[in-house]
């Protein structure tokens, strides 16, 4: 450990993310965080359960006076998102997360943070570690996949749980209430390779520099997306130019807007300076078109060999995979029109991959209208028809409704203003939450989430606010005291 986070304020709870940040957990990669928690659990006496999925309940009693006050989950999920710039070395299966600090903000050096969700973690693990907190009783409710499809929530056996009021910590804005998200599901495409070999210079072409950034909490800030800007790069260059595509990539997650992407393509050598000039061309206009949103796009060409062969993409296919790039819908569908400023439906084309036998398309669709998100996945669903695409649908969760009536709101609205003298913002948002699969899963379960302020989840950026996470900490503890 390289106690970057030493001596930061509150101690508890930074040498725990801290703890937690040496250890790989990226989705689908949970045993060693879970083992992790267990262990905890039982240097402490406390009561664990570790079930198939590898979630993880640790129930610790309530402090004296606390007795007959109704029992508090306080939940997040351990896994993190895996994304690196595409010039870092990291492994994300071996290696830490390389913490830095700069002012008031914990970064991480390349990738991401994972202060989505490590800091719940890390405020779980310094309530359950303390003497001291004045707390009800507490079952500490750690998930797992949450970031592919909230698979550890959606296998939680919920009989192991007695509380009815749920704190979840899963925001990113200090001073928001969350009591309402979208629900969501994953689409992919897989669009059938036809291979011919061919004979020219293989060049790269490169998207890059893009903002990117969370598919649901950032969908509206008007972001450019690798991916779809990759597709209009194809379309111009297959226009006056003959080229043969190798492959394809972009993106690499989902929920992420993709930030990067690019194509390897053979063409003929004495083409290559006409495609510099084509997508220079393109380049200029787009980055006239996100001069305010998204304002450090570059593309990128390079001439990687002379002469070669390689199997390349016949062109049937690569038509039909300019067409479903150029024509899938993306980004937001409809704005709500209960709450203002609510996106109630939009959807990611987040990730290409060219594998051996096709070219995946995969997006991450959402909605807090169930019937909103069915019209978005029968569109896809078309479009891959007529392309001669396999359909692919998983990940689904609900959406988590508004509760008109809930105690536990109230009791987090009189903390704020008795600390704050102000009102806090009651919000739904656009993002997923496990709060949706939980509310099925337990009856009358009374629900609100909260969090520090971080900023470029999902992304390199990523950075969690030291001062914010201070305050949210001093907050949480309060709301603790006052449930009784």
Not at 132 to 151: C, K, R, W, Y
Not at 260 to 273: F, G, L, M, S, T
Not at 417 to 433: R, V
Request: charge should be negative; hydrophobic fraction near 40%; proline fraction near 2%.
């Amino acid at each position: 450990m390289n106690n970057v986070l030493e001596g930061i304020e509150p101690s508890s709870v930074f040498s725990y993310f801290e703890e937690i940040s040496n250890i790989p957990r990226g989705s689908g990669n949970e045993k060693q965080i879970s083992d992790y928690l267990v262990k905890f659990a039982q240097d402490r006496g406390l009561e664990v359960i570790q079930d198939d999925a590898l979630n993880v309940i640790i129930k610790k009693n309530a402090t004296k006076g606390y007795e007959k006050a109704p029992t508090v989950i306080l939940q997040g999920h351990m896994d993190i998102v895996c994304e690196k710039n595409f010039d870092t070395e990291h492994n994300f299966l071996e290696d830490p997360i390389k913490l830095l600090v700069d002012g008031d903000f914990i970064s991480a050096d390349g990738t991401t943070l994972g202060g989505d969700n490590g800091i719940a973690v890390a405020y779980c693990l310094a309530i359950l570690d303390s003497q001291e907190i004045e707390h009800p009783a507490i079952e500490a409710l750690f998930t797992t996949d949450e970031e592919v499809g909230m698979n550890g929530a959606i296998a939680l056996d919920a009989s192991n749980l007695e509380g009815k009021y749920l704190i979840n910590l899963d925001s990113e804005e200090e001073g928001e209430f969350l009591v309402s998200c979208a629900g969501g599901l994953k689409v992919a495409m897989d669009l059938p390779i036809e291979f011919k070999e061919t004979e020219g210079s293989l060049v790269k072409i490169m998207v890059k520099g893009l903002k990117g950034g969370h598919s649901g909490g950032e969908i509206d800030k008007n972001r450019a997306n690798s991916n779809k800007l990759l597709g209009r790069i194809l379309h111009e260059l297959n226009n006056q130019v003959d080229i043969h595509l190798v492959e394809a990539w972009g993106g690499s997650k989902d929920n992420a807007i993709p930030r990067e992407a690019y194509v390897n393509v053979i063409v003929n050598k004495d083409e290559i300076n006409k495609i510099k000039d084509i997508v220079n061309n393109l380049e200029k206009i787009v980055q006239k078109e996100y001069k305010t949103s998204d304002s450090g796009i570059v593309f990128v060409v390079t001439k990687e060999d002379e002469t070669i062969k390689k199997n390349t993409i016949s062109k049937n296919t690569l038509d039909e995979l300019i067409f479903l790039i150029m024509n899938v819908p993306n980004g937001i569908q409809t704005m709500s029109a209960d709450i203002d400023g609510l996106v109630e439906s939009s959807l990611n084309l987040g990730v290409i991959i060219t594998t051996e036998t096709s070219v995946r398309l995969i997006f991450a669709v959402r909605s807090s209208v169930g019937s909103l998100k069915e019209l978005i996945k029968q569109q896809l669903e078309l479009f891959a028809s007529k392309s001669g695409a396999k359909f692919i649908v998983n990940g689904q969760y609900p959406e988590w409704e508004y509760r008109k009536e809930s105690k536990l709101r109230d009791i987090f609205i009189k903390t704020y203003e008795d600390m704050y003298s102000k009102k806090p913002l009651i919000k739904a948002i656009h993002a997923g939450l496990e709060c949706g699969v939980f509310d099925e899963k337990i009856e009358s379960l009374d629900m609100i989430s909260i969090g520090p302020n971080m900023f470029d989840v999902h992304t390199p950026d990523e950075k969690l606010s030291i001062s914010s996470t201070r305050r949210t900490w001093e907050f949480l503890l309060n709301v603790l005291k006052n449930i009784k």
